[in-house]
């Protein structure tokens, strides 16, 4: 065909859309030498150049043009079809047709979309690969021509990155791009219910609700987990988007029935997601996120549930760690009817790093001591534990927090022999010990003693999952104004509560009995013998 300047602008066209849709910072080039040059630092990927027209080249024009070498000579025939079926290639009989056509036209983001599409699926296995050095890809030895560029067919795989939509290159003319990134993030949240929290959630535009990093909690309380993925920034680039929440939870937590867990986008009740718990494990599938849902690259979805703490909690470190991760389209140039029949869904799929929460609970060690010397321990006293509103007692069994109960519906609490009462799976914050019965021979307290747990743990998003001890950093008790020791390390908080003895009384056969018989024998002695000298007295 003749000289055709025009087809330089379907190549401004097609690098226009590469620079929309690529997955990262990129910049792409080429020069003279038969050479193409992507300055990319992540080293995952493997690019690939393949000649889709060849001719003469002359500055940016090329004439005389024949399908290039990365054009599978068999499916030729295949490839003109599905190009004819884009709208204004109907009478296009060969590869000068198209690139008349191309010259012809100006071409907006969907058509070069489509043409990229369907070249793409008709490629030979004769490429040119790229070589990684010094943060970039280096594509050498390639011929003059028209080349399409993209990411192998086997790279990215489970890697948190995405492909880069195809780029139309010609040899001789130097391009630079700036794409932009093209791959989801997700985050995991817990709720902090007792404590302020400095920041909130990446994700969360709200103040006033306390997501966080790090809690703790009772045992047997529900726990209020929330998940936030983003969209990529290039999700209008896919016809189709696979798109799944991979949650896991302790086994210390009991988990959900799925028809409680509650899917919305940017806060509306979401379509098409199907929910499954196998065990610890959440997964939330979206086969394709596109279809019955308006999302746009600002789109949040989000999965919320509870989960409760159970009685096998670890007390103290390193608590109870939970993560989720997701998987993802990470292709753009994968076409899909939607339908879900063979064939549908597409292979390449990225994955994220995952995102933790922990979860904390603590334990209560009470000691009962003489009030006068605080090394004898005293049996047989009995308490009941209180919440810091001082209306609902605690249910405890085999030394474990159970629930909150009704006033006198609690469980007694007993010293043993060597004085001591515990009560594992307790939250940081205020509880009150009421003694329902002093041990034999000391007073019975006449009032609650305040006991109050500070954790200090993470409260500004911030931990970073590496180590459960820099999400708990110190631990305190105090009993009636009376500091403790506490560990974080075991998570036991231990107080000493003291009985003074009571008054003591003289017993039947004491001598306090005696005194009383020996005097008042005297008295009757004494006033005998006053009654004996009056009556001699009057007598003379």
Known sequence: ???????????????????????????????????????????????????????????????????????????????????????????????????????????????????????????????????????????????????????????????????????????????????????????????????????????????????????????????????????????????????VFHDTLAPQFTAPDNTAVTVKIDGEAANGATVEIDGQNITVTFADIKNGNTVTADSIVTVEYSAVLNSDAVIGLNGQENKVYLTYSNNPNWVGDGTGGPGDTPKDEGQTPKDAVIVFTYELDTTKVDGVDDTKK???????????????????????????????????????????????????????????????????LSAPVKVVITATTVNDQNWGMTDAADALTKLDVTAGGKAGTADTATGIASITIANNAGSTLPSTGGIGTTIFYVAGGALVVGAGVLLVSKKRMANK
């Open 1 to 243: 065909m003749k000289n055709t300047r025009k087809f330089a602008a379907f190549v401004a066209s097609f690098l226009a859309v590469a620079c929309m849709a690529a997955p990262m910072a990129t910049s792409f080039s080429a020069d003279a030498e038969g050479s193409i040059t992507i300055a990319n630092s992540a080293a995952n990927h493997t690019y690939e150049a393949y000649q889709i027209f060849d001719g003469d080249l002359s500055g940016n024009v090329l004439s005389n043009v024949i399908w290039g070498s990365g054009i599978d000579s068999t499916k030729t025939d295949a490839l003109m079809t599905e190009i004819r079926a884009i709208e204004g290639f109907t009478d296009c009989a060969d590869a000068a047709a198209v690139a008349e056509k191309l010259a012809g036209n100006e071409f907006d983001a969907e058509v070069t979309q489509k043409f990229a599409s369907v070249v793409g699926k008709h490629l030979s296995n004769t490429k040119t690969a790229s070589t990684f050095a010094d943060g970039k890809y280096t594509i050498s030895g390639v011929d003059d021509g028209y080349y399409l560029v993209k990411d192998s067919d086997d790279s990215l795989v489970d890697k948190h990155d995405a492909k880069t939509r195809y780029i139309v290159q010609v040899l001789g003319t130097k391009t630079d791009i700036t794409p932009k990134s093209s791959f989801p993030t997700v985050e995991k949240k817990v709720l902090e219910d007792d404590k302020e929290v400095t920041g909130k959630p990446t994700y969360d535009a709200k103040t006033t609700e306390k997501w966080n990093d790090v809690a703790d909690y009772c045992i047997g309380e529900a726990v209020p987990f929330k998940l936030y993925g983003t969209m990529p920034s290039t999700i209008g680039d896919y016809s189709k988007y696979k798109y």
């Open 378 to 444: 005293l049996s047989d006293a009995s308490f009941k534990l209180m919440n810091e509103a001082k209306d609902k007692e605690a249910e405890v069994k085999d030394g474990k927090f159970v629930k909150w109960v009704d006033i006198d519906a609690g469980t007694t609490l007993t010293s043993d022999a060597d004085g001591l009462f515990k009560v594992a799976g307790l939250d940081d914050g205020t509880y009150y010990l009421k003694e329902t019965k002093a041990p034999a021979g000391y007073n019975l």
